[in-house]
């Protein structure tokens, strides 16, 4: 299995970035999938998650700037991230969880990075 997270780079406060996580080994249609970030010194924390059924969640720090989404036919979860601010700068990982039995796959990381 692997993830492979593509898309960071840096932007202008208030400019926007998709992220892209590919995966192989294993179907993002039928698990959840999550990004996450951490910024230095601070803890890893969650971003955004999709699942199976295509219900999405999101950190509270996102208040409505960010859209996870799942392209099917090419196995890979987007995150539009716009109205970005120097507090987003982290690196971004994408995650999903096999559950019997469980393993945790993780992508590489992206770094984002937010000028003011």
């Known amino acids: 299995v692997q993830l492979q997270a593509s898309g960071g780079g840096l932007v202008q406060s208030g400019g926007s970035l998709r992220l892209s996580c590919a995966a192989s080994g294993i179907n993002f249609a039928v698990n959840t999938v999550h990004w996450y970030r951490q910024a230095p010194g601070k803890q890893r924390e969650l971003v955004a998650a999709?699942?199976?059924?295509?219900?999405?969640d999101y950190g509270r720090f996102v208040k409505g700037r960010f859209t996870i989404s799942r392209d099917n036919a090419k196995n890979t979860v987007y995150l539009q991230m716009n109205s970005l601010n120097p507090e987003d700068t982290a690196v971004y990982y994408c995650?999903?969880?096999?559950?019997?039995?469980?393993?945790?796959?993780w992508g590489q990381g992206t770094q984002v990075t937010v000028s003011s």
């Open positions: 995650n999903c969880n096999r559950l019997v039995p469980f393993q945790a796959y």
């Open positions: 999709i699942s199976s059924a295509g219900s999405t």
